[in-house]
């Protein structure tokens, strides 16, 4: 069995088409949309389902539509997080700004000491001077489980970080991960056990 840190390169990307780049960028507006709601949950489906430590953690329970008879039902749930930070919305920037390989693995351990490895696969919607809050990019990450029970997992997320502004006229920093299936990113688990 093959072991982490994967090479440099080990995802190619290079087939990406604009088609497919746009519609990140639009599932990512999509993305951004849903946690504006998130930000005035009690107007809407997102419903709290647990606190701990300052962190809210909701589950959208918006009435899905009826399946075709063929289709069998899904079992992904979409959940958020929020909380509160004493720290400017640069500041908050500054530490999630993760646009290569190094800065992304050293965040994501720092927030999940199980990380074992991290790669940024594809920034779709680079950061600029002109809106320094904006970033869309695909990236990788493996995590070794806490427990025997639970297998050691690797994801392909979407990641979208946006400045919003509240209903109630407060500026927020979004970040959503949200997990794509791409034929570029294959599961690792019969070659590393993740």
Not at 10 to 18: A, G, I, K, L, V
Not at 24 to 43: G, M, P, Q, T
Not at 111 to 123: F, G, T, Y
């Amino acid at each position: 069995m093959a072991s982490l840190p994967l090479p440099r390169g080990y995802f190619n990307m290079s087939n990406m088409t604009e088609a497919e780049r746009l519609q990140y960028a639009e599932y990512a507006e999509s993305a951004i949309r849903k946690v504006f709601a998130l930000s005035d949950f009690h107007k809407n489906s997102w419903v709290p389902v647990h606190e701990k430590k300052g962190v809210s953690v909701y589950r959208n329970f918006t009435a899905k539509p009826r399946l075709a008879p063929n289709v069998s039902k899904s079992n992904i749930a979409e959940v958020g997080c929020k909380s509160s930070l004493q720290a400017s919305l640069d500041d908050i920037a500054r530490a999630f700004s993760a646009h290569d390989d190094g800065l992304f693995r050293r965040l994501m351990k720092k927030l999940n000491p199980r990380v074992v490895d991290a790669a940024v696969l594809q920034s779709i919607v680079p950061r600029t001077a002109s809106n320094p809050y904006r970033y869309v990019g695909i990236k990788w990450y493996a995590t070794k489980s806490a427990s025997m029970m639970v297998t050691n997992r690797d994801y392909c997320v979407l990641e979208v970080l946006d400045r919003i502004v509240d209903a109630r006229g407060n500026d927020m920093l979004v970040r959503v991960l949200s997990s794509i299936d791409l034929p570029e990113c294959p599961s690792l688990e019969a070659s590393h056990g993740f």
